[in-house]
């Protein structure tokens, strides 16, 4: 690998892991403010706001400029939300802001890969990033969950500056504070990411044109056979998964008692579980097998209610890490699958823009229904009761849309399998 990629990776990887170290900032935050607990829930779709809103234009930001360059701008506007949060800005508000950046992040890491490394290279590019995301979200929530625990807190509020008085006074914002370090981190790595030889793309001032060819791609990918049903499915993973972190805080907190530090163990503990369902699907499944595995996102739905019958971590731990192992094991082969239609109908980049929107607005909608719930005084049993029903029952929904495909368009979704075949070999 060249030098440029490990400078790309460090930069992702602290980024990565002070978005998600701030997730569990701001639920505390709020938590010490005396916030309603639909506002802590409420964290989670507001992050996806942008993602959501500026979709057709980020991609193409991302090559109007050099990336390296994008990357920096973006994680600046992580530390301006960051230390909005920090000096009384409403969470809900700052971590808004955040997710502003983040959504200009997303199109440019991946798309520098394919400019500074050859083709025979991507995947394992690919790989590196997929699993340092899953270890900064792991690290990230413990890190969190540490930062506005009494040990560690105590001993950030005890740094004195001379003659500068901060203002931060309690856990939540001593972890803040830290974490802006981690984005400045992140920005100076940013700075060293080289120039590529890639010509830049003039940013079109036509916005109507640049909607109207996002929503075409949308189209076209919906339209697909196969297309639609990946789709489908890894649009309704990433909603359950992104809103997975509050869910499990939440029910930690009900369940077991536990307070932010040690439920932010558990949320890393199903990520655990996502890496190494991730691994095995990498190993044991075909690219023309992806959509045998629909039916496991039936039983993701079914075991986020049975978390309501667990009141023992010894229980919870190993649950948790097959919850999320599931997760892991469906979500590898049907994202294979998009993105293995997404370059036969349009080309990797258009195809990942797609496919943002489309998982950015299911957490968005997920986060915005669990969030709902809350505030109508649900308790986080019930919540969590009606969420896995929706899981379930759209996932039982896609399984038949399939089996409808394979009925009604059985030559064309033969077809379509073949070619997978053929590009798997």
Known sequence: MKKGFYTIMSAQFLSSLADNALFIAGIELLKSEGKPAWQGAALVPMFALFYVVLAPFVGAFADAIPKG?????????????????LFGVHPLLAYAVVGLGAAAYSP??????????????????????????????ILGVLLGGQLVGQALSTRL?????????????????????????????????????????APLQPFSADLPALVRDFSSCNARLWGDKLGQISLATTTLFWGVSGNLRYIVLAWAAAALGYGTTQASSLVGVVALGTAVGAVVASVKMRLDQATSVITLGMWMG????????????????????V??????????????????R????????????????NEQACILGLGAFYTGLTRLGLSAFAAITAFGLIVAGVMWLIRRWHRSN???HRVEVERLLAIARVDKH
Request: aromatic share 6%; charged share 10%; with cysteine.
């Open 69 to 85: 360059r994008v990357m920096f701008i973006a994680n600046a506007i992580k530390v301006v939300g960051c230390l909005m949060m």
């Open 323 to 340: 919850l999320g192992a599931i997760g892991g094991f469906l979500v590898v082969p049907m994202n294979a699958l998009l993105q293995h």
């Open 157 to 197: 509020l005890g740094i004195d500056l001379p003659v500068i008085d901060t203002g931060i006074d309690t856990p939540p914002e001593a972890a803040i504070a830290a974490i802006v370090v981690l984005y400045v981190g992140a920005a100076l790595f940013n700075l060293r990411i080289p120039r590529t030889t």
């Open 108 to 137: 440019a890491k991946y798309g520098i890969l394919t400019e500074l490394l050859p083709p025979s290279q991507l995947v394992k590019a690919n790989g590196w990033i997929e699993g340092l995301t899953i270890g900064s979200i």
């Open 302 to 321: 079914v075991l986020v209610i049975a978390m309501n019958f667990i009141s023992n971590v010894w229980v919870a731990a190993p649950f948790l890490i």
């Open 406 to 408: 394979c009925v009604h």
């Open 342 to 357: 997404g370059h036969n109908l349009m080309g990797a980049g258009r195809s990942i823009a797609v496919q943002n929107f």
